[in-house]
């Protein structure tokens, strides 16, 4: 397993469109150190990807879109967890 480390400042929203409901955010990846190599590690999905992984391939707002989709999408599935 790898070994985390805390870099809040370079902490970004998780590319697969996580959503935390603790935030009502997009879920913040981690740093997380591989092999020697450092990834950006969602915690929600357990992936990691590259540093220079371009997170951008698509408009910002269709990622924010993605986010959203997958938050509804796991409000149907699972509604006792969204439960107030």
């Given amino acids: 397993?790898?070994?985390f480390i805390d870099m809040?400042?370079?902490n970004m929203d998780c590319w697969d469109g996580c959503y935390d409901e603790k935030t009502h955010s997009a879920m913040k990846m981690q740093s997380k150190i591989i092999d020697?190599?450092?990834y950006?590690?969602?915690p929600k999905c357990n992936t990691a990807w590259p540093l220079d992984w371009d997170q951008y391939r698509v408009t910002p707002h269709e990622v924010k879109q993605?986010?959203?989709n997958h938050y509804f999408?796991?409000?149907e599935q699972y509604p006792e967890l969204f439960e107030d």
């Fill in 1 to 3: 397993m790898g070994e």
């Fill in 40 to 42: 950006n590690y969602c």
């Fill in 66 to 68: 993605r986010s959203l």
């Fill in 73 to 75: 999408k796991m409000k």
């Fill in 8 to 10: 809040a400042e370079k």
């Fill in 36 to 38: 020697d190599i450092e």
